[in-house]
């Protein structure tokens, strides 16, 4: 049946309830402990926003309001699916996931990071991805290391 046949917001509705998948990064899925117990939450928070939207009579505004949640089921279910938990390091010789590293800029700021995984980085928190650039320069080296590259220096003063 045509949309032109429909209710009004039949096609907008339609467009609303398609959501596209979440981007997956092309990473190996590495988190520590506690983010593979932050995905499994957030999967949990996920089912429960999906479940409270199928109670929902609208037909037009049950899809409209499950599709987020939906989506967000798929992508918490592959994330904890694929998780490979990676132990705390048992050295702080030299940096590695889940290492405290603090580090020197060429400018003189001193900043501190917990490296983790993509899903339980964030950097206002004080934890930044393995994937990202300022991680990939860090990991592996010792203090007293001046790591980068493009002009950007860092000296790493402490690892914990």
Known sequence: ?????????????AS???????????????????????LETQLHSARQAYDAAQAIEDVNERRRQAAPPLRDVRYFAARVRTAQV???????????FGSTVAFRRGDGRLQTYRIVGEDEADPKAGSISFASPVARFLIGHAVGDVVGAAGQELEIVAIS
């Not at 990676?86 to 590695?96: E, I, K, L």
């Open 16 to 38: 609303e309830t398609l959501l596209p998948d979440r981007p997956v990064s092309p990473h190996p899925n590495l988190v520590t402990q506690a983010g593979l117990k932050a």
């Open 1 to 13: 049946m045509s949309v032109a046949f429909t209710k009004e917001d039949s096609a907008e509705t």
């Open 86 to 96: 990676v132990p705390n390091p048992t050295s702080t010789s030299t940096v590695a």
